[in-house]
């Protein structure tokens, strides 16, 4: 079992999509996972930052990273930057 932060290698990690994987796939592997994270720090792959940052925590230029804490054994998923933007405003 993975202990620190610095064993989670997201380096080989280059677009959003291994980077969702990457983090579903060691879901369990952390000690503290996903709180031992620090998930302000993720890096993103181009595109805007959203204007509001809560739920999301990277981003391309079409989709965000964010948390689906609903399912235990996928914690993460991408969603379409336009369907997450019309939801937050109908949430609004």
Request: proline share 5%.
């Amino acid at each position: 079992m993975k202990l620190f932060q610095e064993d989670f290698d997201i380096s080989g990690c280059t677009n959003l999509q291994q980077l969702c994987d990457y983090l579903n796939e060691s879901a369990g592997e952390l000690e503290g996972y996903p709180y031992a994270l620090d998930m302000d720090h993720l890096p993103t792959y181009g595109g805007e930052p959203p204007e509001l940052r809560e739920g999301i925590f990277s981003w391309d230029e079409t989709h965000y990273l964010v948390g689906e804490s609903r399912k235990p054994d996928v914690f993460w998923k991408l969603v379409e930057r336009k369907t997450w933007e019309d939801e937050m405003w109908v949430d609004m």
